[in-house]
């Protein structure tokens, strides 16, 4: 399904649902996708709040924001997207029975407390103590003279590195295989951005996988970099040293 990651993006719903509702032929549905905010809770990937993403959506916030202008959720789907995502699905009032996963999946978020302001005072917290970890690793590492890099350049490893207050101290520099990207530094933290050529030539003892959610591809994709006995610096759920 071609853009449909594309909602969290937006900064205004009510101008979409008024658009649907008037572009939609009345059993017509809108469909999209989003990173959804009960993996967010429970992995703590604080890097999914970046500029771009001015909202991160769970059922009950997608069947309040959208029935006030005449939509109801009818179904959900579970994504492996953006390391989980949710397709909801909306219609019109009393054109389309809901899916009984809609029902399933507010259940769980309302015992989960996705509707409590306490839930997000824990998440703080867990955001904290996981930045508190990263940085105390790579602090470790840099004190052992250990050659540490970083490995994808994405949005979400901007949110990670100038939250943690990651510096070209910590990290050599930072592998992408986008050539766009290549030859300049992250936002910030300055640490210069290489070829994965660069990479393989010279692999750091230890490298932070930026893009987590691709770990397991990364570590299938990178068997040389095992064979040379380095590891990899996992920080989602918490961090974790594995090789």
Not at 28 to 41: K, R, S
Request: aromatic content about 8%; glycine content about 6%; some cysteine.
């Amino acid at each position: 399904m071609p853009n449909a990651n594309v909602m969290c993006h937006i900064p205004d719903l009510t101008g979409v649902a008024n658009g649907a509702q008037a572009l939609l032929k009345p059993r017509g549905i809108l469909v999209f996708e989003d990173p959804y905010l009960g993996n967010v809770v429970e992995k703590t990937p604080y890097d999914q709040v970046y500029g771009k993403h001015v909202f991160v959506s769970c059922a009950l916030s997608v069947a309040n924001a959208f029935g006030r202008h005449r939509f109801e959720l009818v179904d959900v789907e579970p994504q492996i997207t953006h390391g989980g995502s949710i397709r909801f699905t909306l219609a019109k009032i009393g054109a389309k029975k809901a899916s009984k996963a809609v029902a399933l999946l507010i259940a769980k978020e309302t015992k989960l407390g996705q509707d409590r302001t306490e839930t997000f005072d824990t998440f703080r917290r867990n955001c904290e103590a996981a930045h508190d970890q990263l940085i105390a690793v790579l602090n470790n590492l840099r004190e052992r003279e250990a050659k540490v890099a970083g490995y994808g350049v994405t949005s979400k490893s901007t949110t990670v590195i100038n939250y943690c207050g990651i510096t070209a101290n910590h990290i050599a520099f930072i592998s992408d295989t986008t050539p766009a990207k290549q030859g300049k530094s992250s936002p910030c933290a300055h640490a210069p951005i290489r070829p994965d050529e660069d990479f393989v030539a010279d692999h750091p003892h230890y490298t932070v996988v930026f893009t987590w959610n691709r770990i397991q591809e990364i570590m299938e994709k990178e068997q040389a970099y095992k064979a040379a006995s380095s590891k990899w610096i996992n920080f989602i759920p918490k961090v974790k040293i594995q090789e």
